[in-house]
């Protein structure tokens, strides 16, 4: 077999290894509450849902005010208007399976081809990558137009060629479009292509030519007043961009490269991460005089820094993005070392780190449990609430949105489930979102909002009252610990309903109290 036979073979082999590490992740296993079955959509996936049935000037009309640039939104939107429903989730994960071919075109650019395919095998195992394979959000894509968009960096940092020109830039607009985090990769790329590169009418000329591609997301963006209080009034920007949780976020920050989210909330972080900056300082200190291998690190080291200084660590999928670059220098490391027996030893413990991590990560932790409610919940509404019901919430959450009503009626906002008589007979809650300013009385299709951050207080939650004046039933969702409410920390609403309403029924998702985060329904009934 010829050596090109040989090295298509490998890949192609790694690419299924890819996909049958990945499919377990289209279930969901949350073993305090006893839930083993198909995926269910957390709520940052319900709202990528939520986009993707929009008609295509609604989908324009709120696309601005997401906390991600629209380009996985726009994908999925046309997945979901050409496929439907069934098989959404297969979108993120051929970017995830991409991701590995991509890697190993990275690896091998900046090393050489054992380097690549080494490289793609830890992005195959990568927990971090796995994680969020079939995450109905932006980060697989972002990992994938990362990897491209460094791959022909490097290409045009070694070959001032337009093919090369251009390539970067489709990518680098690629993965900006995905997520903001990007710009933090491409902002390194800019300080290191002018180290390299040292032209400065170079450098001025590719960043000039991808700010103009990216410029319309400047316009596009609708939440500028996130920097702004909700009354009105400007809040420290330093305030908001430097509170990502210190000394812990920097540890976990290099333990989530290797290890993804488990055992991210121990005392592990302190270890692992530590080894994971030795490790980078030790191949630092090998490769001082090897161009390649400190450029590699460089970027590594300065879109960090980027990340660190634009609050970007305080959770994992946040720097996926960084997966290719840090398993290239990890292969090249492997690679880099003298003996066979070291490298089979080295191989052979990454591996084993990594698996375990995956085979770990599969089943959701007690801390994230939570966050699945949405579908039993839902079965307590279908077989509890009654038309004219009103469903509450302090925060948009899952059941604001249509996805979990299959057996309600459906309109035009809903996902292509078929209307059924008895339900359109029966009828459905009035699901309202309430909000401590102005839009107080927001639908699902209005809640958008510029201050995510607005906090009810003893004045504010009185607003409530128009929307619950004459209603016999009242549904509302709340977080427990109570301070883990993103608006109502201090309970002010659930109070407020306590004290004008009658309490009548409690459901918990998870049912046991673990000391962990639980969400809790209440049916409320007029006094």
């Not at 030795?278 to 161009?291: A, H, M, P, T």
Request: glycine share 6%.
């Amino acid at each position: 077999m010829r050596s090109w036979q040989r090295t298509v073979a490998l890949l192609v082999l790694l690419l299924l290894a890819t996909v049958v590490v990945r499919l377990p992740e289209l279930r969901t296993v949350v073993q305090v509450a006893n839930v083993d079955g198909p995926k269910i959509f957390w709520y940052d996936e319900t709202l990528s849902l939520f986009y993707a049935q929009q008609s295509w000037g609604d989908f324009w009309r709120v696309i601005g005010f997401d906390t991600s640039p629209p380009l996985f939104y726009l994908l999925l939107w046309t997945w979901f208007w050409r496929f439907g429903f069934s098989g959404v989730a297969f979108l993120p994960m051929l970017f995830s399976v991409a991701g590995v071919a991509a890697v190993y075109f990275l690896g091998k650019e900046f090393f050489n081809k054992k380097v690549g395919l080494l490289a793609g095998l830890f992005f195959a195992v990568s927990p971090l990558a796995v994680d969020y394979s079939a995450e109905l959000r932006a980060y697989s894509l972002l990992a994938l137009g990362a990897a491209l968009a460094m791959l022909f960096w490097w290409r045009l940092v070694n070959e001032w060629r337009a093919r090369n020109f251009i390539l970067y830039l489709l990518f680098a607009a690629m993965a900006a479009y995905s997520h903001y985090t990007a710009l933090a990769l491409i902002g390194a790329q800019a300080i290191m292509f002018q180290i390299v590169g040292r032209s400065w009418k170079k450098t001025l000329g590719v960043y000039a030519a991808l700010f103009v591609i990216y410029l319309p997301q400047f316009f596009l963006f609708k939440r500028w007043g996130d920097f702004g209080a909700g009354d009105g009034s400007f809040t420290s920007l330093f305030e908001r961009l430097f509170s990502h949780g210190g000394w812990n976020a920097f540890w976990q920050f290099w333990h989530s490269l290797i290890f993804g989210q488990a055992w991210v909330y121990t005392w592990w972080p302190y270890v692992s991460g530590l080894a994971v900056l030795s490790g980078l300082i030790w191949f630092v200190l090998k490769k001082v005089n090897d161009r390649v291998a400190i450029t590699l690190v460089g970027l590594l080291v300065l879109t960090a820094a980027n990340l660190f200084a634009l609050k970007f660590i305080y959770a994992p999928r946040y720097y996926i993005f960084l997966i290719p670059l840090f398993v290239v220098a990890l292969a090249a490391a492997v690679i880099a070392l003298r003996g066979r027996w070291q490298r089979s030893v080295a191989l052979i413990v990454i591996m084993a780190i990594c698996l375990t991590a995956v085979f770990h990560n599969y089943k959701v932790s007690a801390d994230n449990a939570f966050l699945y409610y949405g579908p039993a919940f839902s079965d307590i509404l279908w077989r509890e609430a009654k038309k004219g019901d009103l469903f509450l919430v302090d925060h948009a959450n899952d059941i604001l949105f249509q996805q979990y009503y299959v057996k309600w009626p459906a309109s035009r906002l809903a996902f292509g489930y078929p209307r059924r008589t008895t339900c359109v007979e029966r009828g459905e809650p009035d699901r309202r979102l309430f909000m401590p300013v102005k839009n107080h009385l927001a639908s699902p299709v209005e809640r958008w909002r510029y201050w995510d951050y607005n906090v009810m207080t003893e004045e504010n939650v009185k607003l409530v009252d128009p929307l619950i004046a004459g209603r016999e039933r009242v549904w509302f969702i709340n977080y427990l610990p109570q301070a883990t409410s993103v608006q109502d920390p201090h309970g002010y609403l659930k109070a407020h309903l306590l004290k004008n309403l009658k309490a009548v029924k409690y459901y918990y998702f998870p049912e046991q109290d673990n000391g962990k985060q639980r969400v809790e329904l209440i049916l409320f009934v007029a006094r």
